[in-house]
């Protein structure tokens, strides 16, 4: 099934208004609070944004620095879900507010916290029906909030410079995306190892790298729009034609051959499914 809804993935560290992206006085292509005008999809800024910070150990201080940037953007309707436990993931009054917004966004922080306390719940549950089937819904999520959206999901590790086999943990996610993993941070924290690692062990999964500030907006669950100053890394081991990871033992490093990666910036439009790039300086349109 063809979902209806938008899945709003972000790298972390996006523009807040506040002049604290490095790469914005460098790129001319950079918009100010590009990324955040995109959470509503019908544009209406009086339209329900619901925050869930569950991943953060810090949910004032997120909740204080996403209500100076959403009151930047002009959102006016906006509130914030600090679900802590698989008890708060079944409270009705919470799911009565996920079941009424326009949008959900996950927080940063730990993304195994958000699949181990939302995953599987009736929260989870009634957005993922959302996203299935509401052509007006959107979930969003930035860091481990992005990470979490995957079935698959990036828990930790893969961190050497080298590709060793066992270092690197992965575990399930919220699946409302089954056929990529998603990294985040990706070009500042040097992630492009761990995400290689990640799909070469699970081929017939698509790798989508993140940098900061930078998102892509996924349309029927395919199509998919860069946005914001940064980079998108697009790694696919669907091609693969050489390598050890499925008789490496404990210890020794991975190689590989033929893999494809392809590098995605603003304007770019990718087709996840046939792995097609395009570019065009005309903004997206709706009904394509």
């Known amino acids: 099934m063809i979902p209806k809804g938008r899945l709003l993935l972000i790298g972390g560290a996006e523009d807040k208004g506040e002049n604290q992206v490095p790469i914005a006085v460098h790129n001319k292509q950079f918009v100010h609070l590009e990324i955040l005008k995109e959470l509503v999809s019908a544009k209406s800024l009086d339209d329900r944004i619901e925050v869930i910070t569950t991943a953060t150990g810090f949910p004032l201080e997120i909740r204080a620095s996403y209500e100076k940037a959403f009151g930047k953007v002009g959102y006016t309707n906006v509130g914030f879900l600090d679900i802590q436990s698989i008890a708060d993931s079944k409270n009705a009054e919470y799911l009565d507010r996920v079941n009424k917004a326009s949008t959900v966004m996950f927080s940063g922080g730990d993304q195994f916290k958000i699949a181990t306390i939302i995953g599987g719940s009736p929260i989870a549950d009634a957005i993922y029906k959302r996203y299935r089937n509401d052509?007006?819904?959107?979930?969003?999520?930035?860091?481990a909030g992005a990470m979490v959206m995957s079935k698959l999901m990036i828990q930790s590790g893969g961190t050497n410079e080298a590709l060793i086999d066992y270092d690197l943990r992965i575990s399930s996610g919220l699946g409302l995306i089954e056929d990529c993993i998603i990294d985040t941070h990706f070009i500042r924290r040097g992630r492009f190892g761990r995400l290689a690692h990640a799909v070469i062990s699970n081929s017939n999964q698509m790798g989508i790298g993140l940098g900061e500030d930078t998102a892509l907006l996924i349309r029927k669950g395919k199509k998919a729009q860069c946005l914001g100053?940064?980079?998108?890394v697009i790694i696919d081991a669907r091609e693969v034609e050489q390598t050890n990871v499925y008789d490496v033992e404990k210890g020794d490093p991975i190689y590989v051959d033929n893999l494809r990666v392809h590098l995605l910036v603003r304007n770019c439009e990718f087709n996840i499914h046939t792995s097609k790039l395009s570019y065009s300086h005309l903004k997206h349109s709706e009904d394509e």
């Not at 052509?135 to 860091?143: D, I, L, P, Q």
């Open 229 to 232: 100053s940064g980079m998108v």
């Open 135 to 143: 052509s007006k819904f959107t979930v969003a999520g930035t860091s």
